[in-house]
């Protein structure tokens, strides 16, 4: 007896509920079937929605109560009896979940070939909505495969893996944006970690607390192993403080040393903020390597001494005294760094791509100087600038002969605010980088607390963002500039849990989709990543082998 | 007489109800029990209203009993009374039975006078009430006021005659939920009744 | 228009006012006519009746030695069946186009005590057959009458006691049963009207009295009581029977005697003139009693009843005095006649003054008068669809479509 008694009492246990209203603009809202309760479904949930012949994928953006009857609020039924409350729960209230339908999974197998597409219609009134499957996931974000990195789970969706085409995703430069303390170095770690286990690109890490290389530590304090203690052979450490390194148990494959020659006028107008240096006297480097040379400016200028000497200069170079002494003054703090070498620099350069160029992954850890924003912010950009250089002549052989192409690079900075202000951005080599995207096979991987501090124009070119909570009104907007479905994104971006969980959206991934970070820590995890090791280079043994894979 | 269940014939009908006049004085289905009635099609109706009277309108009854000492002396000192006064059962109609099995919509045409009525038994009761498509046609009912009195017995006796009782009173409560959205008390007091 | 009651009201003020002065007269009446009872001298008055020589313009019953005793009920039995039936017509009507008469008849049977049961019914019957709406003469088959108005009256009470007669014959069951008709045994609408006497030889002897005797041979097997009660009897037929010891007159000869006094002023007048038996028995009787009985004396009985005389006492109901009239069977045994006083007033107590069973046939039996257009309609209807034309006569047109 097919009956509808029958029927609800062997209910269907992922049916949500049916779409009752929507539009494309502001996505469809589902009545929950009465059996079910709001509190089971979160926002960024994933959902189904099951129409005539098309299957769409959807995120839960808002959750609200219902009822059919509006004096329910004056004068609530009698709940006390059971009877009554479970009758009225689900029925008289009820609950509305909003839908943002994301993607079209079509169900016709010869469509699938060109995978999900971005919804461009919403589902009919009624349509079923389910809770998405694993298959769905799967069939949105791919399998884990030598491609396919994965990095969570979706939310509620402990057994479905949600992966990343890490291939796809270094094509562009990438963000990890989150304030302090809600995970982004582990998140970062794991990118990192994928990009290395997939062998799809070499990476160059600017490690401000040195943390990624060796070992780093849990919110709870707790070690966590680092990079080249899981992939030892692949990844190389270099250290601008080996003291710190070793007293970590470090042992640095390279310790860099920058020469005052390697200095260059753009290095200094980086950091003008952060010297809190005037316009002119920023200015005033550039006038300084016109007069004294390109090589020599730095080290001449500092050498100089007060009186009238400066004077004379000041006077040619037609600045302000005020304003070439305040710079004097400031770039005096360098002699306090000992990685920098009046005597000359150790072509760290050229070291980093040496291993750059066998595919290793290099971290430079910081140390002390970690602290010392100043010393992050010349070392980074001094380095990439040259390493981006170099990169611009290999890509440009390659034009000629294209099997020359050089490995992919992505270089890892944090605190990208200050690289990529508005002020600034223009000037620095990582605002040429983003902008240029993928020109010279190298990208950025950004990562930030105060995204509202890096330039519009930049935040617009990250292919991928991965965000943790944000709670700040600017740092939302700035995320989120230019991203379609903007405001459920945002409602769902501020009630991200602070630990473990991160909305991912943007180039590399069909939809945006809220995540539970992969556990990153713990002993099962780093037996995870060696089994996906072994088996990856496997793989590659096999290629090597064998010939390349269809 | 009283063979399977039959109750009395249809003295009065019409496409909305009928009224039944029984064969017995005093021997009637209760409010909200499930009847059913004529054949091709056979019809399904729930009684909501039972009446005891004078079989002539004109004719009221008068007291009888003052030199008897029990009720029942009245009855046997004047047995033509069981003549004279009838049980007459109105019913609702909420369905019929087709080829395609119980269809719960208002009915097309009355039953015949003198058609049979007889009281379904529990299986027939558990698979009219497997679905309440008729809900709406109670609830909305035009004849009457007591309807939801009608509705709570007619809900009790049907969850009797479930397997699992109180799943099935909670499957009704939500549909009298749904068909009473914005009558927040009128359904508050009806699953009062039949959450009792 | 509707009757003028403001006129009317004048009117029946004036009548009031009469009876009024009346009043005082008819109570003297009545208290002298108890007297005679109180009085009454069997032996003088059968020796009067003598005497006079049927020249007596008076109709009397014929009085017994005991026909003014009084009688209390006795106990009644706990089973017990009574029946009743009672009936109705719709006369030949020539407004109604086609020509029929239609009887109904109403039953009613109550069996009290163990498995106390009522059965009520009703049998109409449609009479068109030409042999129905004649009554002929078997000895000459030239003479006849359409059967309708009083005759029609008189068949019906013939159907009347033919169906209590077949009910009677279905119960089979030694407990008393208890036959009971209304109004009189006598065919009273046979009397007084020039009918041929084929008529009353075929309604009376053929008909009503073979029906009584059919009940007297059943009577003979089952406890049977036939009775029949007449609720507000007119009857004067005893107060009469005081005017013959009231005869100032040494020899009873009504005409010779009194031709030329008015009357009111006659010397029997005293005692009997405008009180009728009622009044009388309604001091003399208590409640729950009866008189003593009287037998029938009249032609009809006389000629055509066969054996079967009919006799009848005065019963005071409590509600009223009324006149149960009897076969002689019945009042020929003492237990009957006793069981039968007893079951009447009874009925009465459980009818609220009126036997319950009577009022149950009387029931069954009714014609409407709506009815009666229903009646006239269906067979307008079934002509139609036979394809005749109806004719209606204007004047019942009228009467059933009311314009201004």
Redesign the interface.
Known sequence: MNSEINNFISKDVDVLGMVVSGSLTNGVEVKLKPERSVSEIKVGRYVSIEAENLKFFGVVTDIELGATDQTLRVNPPEISNPFIANVISGSTAYGIIQVEPMLILSQDDLDSIYGPQPAKTIPPHFSKVSLASDEDVETVFGLESDTNFWLGNPLDMDTAKLCLNIEELIKRSNGVFGKSGTGKTFLTRLLLLGIIQRGVASQLVFDMQSEYGWKGFSEDSKEVKGLKQIFSSKVAIFSLDEESSRRRGVNPDYVVRIGYEDIEPGDISVLKETLNLSEVAADAAYSLERYFGPNNWFKEFLALSGGEEFIDLARNLNINQAALSSLKNRLSRFKRFDFIDESGGNDSVTQILSYLDRGMHVILEFGRYGSDLAAYMLVANLLTRRIYARYAVFAEKALGDPTQQPTPLVITIEEAHKFLSPDIASQTIFGTIAREMRKHNVTLLVVDQRPSGIDDEIMSQLGTKITCLLDNEKDLDSVLTGVSGNRKLRSVLSRLESKQQALIFGHSVPMPMVIKVRDYGTATSYGDFQIEDTKFNFDEDNEDLFGKKL | MNQDNRIGEVVESSSLQFTVQCYDLYKSPNIGTLVKCGTDPQLFGIVYDVSNKSM?PA?RP?P?GRDENKEEGV??????????LITEVNCILVGYKSTEGILQSPVSLPPRIHSFVIECSEEELR?F?????FLPLLLESPILNSIDDVISSFLIKSSKS?D?K??????A??E???N??????R??NL??R??K | MSLDLTHTALQIDHMSENIKNHRQTHINKIAKALDKIDSFDFKHHESRIENSLGMFNWNIPKISSGSFDKFNSSDFPKDYYVIATDGSHIDVDRHIPANCYLINIGSCILKYGNNSFATLNSIPKLYAEYDDLIITDRENKNKSVLVRGAILSAKRMLEELKSLTNLVKEINSGIPILALMDGSLIMLDLIGQTHPEFVKRELVQNGFAECLDELYEISRQKKLLLASYISLPKSSEVVNSLRVSNCSFSEIHCDLNCSKIAPGDRSCDEVSNEIIDREVFSKYLNTGERSGTFQIDIDLVNDYYLDNKIHYFYLNTGEEIARVEIPKWVVEREDLLRLTHTLILNQCKLGHGYPVSLIEAHEQAVVTSSDRNHFAQMVEAALDEHGMSTYTSEKNLSKRLRWV
């Open positions: 002539d004719r008068v009888r009855y046997l000192s004047n047995p033509q009374l069981n003549r004279l698979e009430s497997s679905t309440l498509d479930h699992d109180s799943r099935f009173l909670i499957y409560g939500k009298l939920a749904f009473l959205s914005g009558q927040l008390i359904l508050n699953l009062k039949i959450s």
